[in-house]
């Protein structure tokens, strides 16, 4: 199995576990726990910042003091948008699940004393990129242009069946800003209906990291460098959650030369 596809491990508790230490990288730290309705899990954030996301259900939410209430109304990551919770470092946070949920942390170093925020769905842009069989809709819950997170950037795309997503190729692994940022990544998969399947290709221009993994409802995907277009395939919706975190907070990319002339 290819060291940058991360299988779920069970059915309930913490079904995905990422830490920088894990993926032999710097920033980004990613994990997915699925609690029945009644059970609750909490932590301290410490030095890392963190950015609770709702994929689907409901849950009390409280963190650094103040209690939200129940947040989240989607029983399915196809379905809406998602509610999430920012969490600043030296902080702490508790979830009680209202029905089944199924809970995304996502972490990158803190760097300055934030606030606490509920992101609520209404707060949410949303947009529809690219044409054809390329057309991907965009959920954006911290973009850059939000300056909740110091290191954090939380986006959830939906690529229906048939149709191809981080595509055209582009890498965003070098720290060369204006031209290109470095940032690393996860890809959070689901599936509709569950059964279905799709693909990513993660790889470098010289081809010493070249890997094409089967993307299969609830894996998680690394991208440490290189480019890392998805595809899925027909009859099946997917959806992918992504962290990205590095130095700086800001998505400038790459596309592969070899593939531009699709933008045009």
């Known amino acids: 199995m290819s060291r940058l596809l991360v299988k779920p491990q069970g059915e309930t508790g913490t079904v995905i576990a990422v830490t920088p230490q894990s993926a032999g990288w710097t920033y980004v730290g ?7 309705a009644g059970e609750s899990t909490k932590a301290a954030t410490g030095d890392r ?3 609770l996301v709702l994929v689907s259900g ?6 650094g003091g103040e209690q939200f209430g129940r947040v989240g109304e989607r029983m399915s990551p196809f379905e809406g948008k998602p509610a999430a919770v ?3 470092g030296q902080s702490d946070w508790a979830v009680t699940a209202v029905t089944d949920i199924e809970l995304a942390i996502c972490s990158a170093p803190a760097l300055s004393q934030k606030k606490v925020k509920l992101i609520a769905p209404e707060t949410m842009s949303q947009e529809t990129r690219g044409k054809g069989t390329n057309v991907r809709h965009v959920t954006n819950i911290l973009p850059e242009t939000d300056p909740t997170a110091d290191a954090l950037l939380v986006v959830e795309v939906i ?3 048939g149709h191809t997503s981080s595509y055209p190729p582009h890498k965003h692994d070098q720290d060369d ?12 998969h689901r599936l509709n209906p569950p059964q279905g399947y799709g693909f990513q290709r993660v790889y470098t221009d010289d081809r010493s990291l070249d890997e094409v993994m089967l993307l299969e409802d609830g894996v998680t995907t690394l ?3 290189g480019y890392h277009p998805c595809a899925a395939i027909h009859g099946y919706d997917l959806y992918y959650l992504n962290v990205m975190a590095g130095p700086k907070r800001t998505w400038k990319f790459h596309n592969e030369k070899a593939h531009e002339w699709l933008l045009g």
């Open 223 to 225: 991208v440490p460098k």
């Open 30 to 36: 990613f994990e997915v726990q699925k609690l029945r």
């Open 58 to 63: 409901t849950a009390e939410i409280s963190a």
């Open 177 to 188: 800003l204006p031209n290109e940022s470095y940032l690393e990544e996860t890809y959070y």
């Open 159 to 161: 690529t229906p069946g």
């Open 49 to 51: 910042e963190v950015c």
């Open 86 to 88: 920012y969490v600043p």
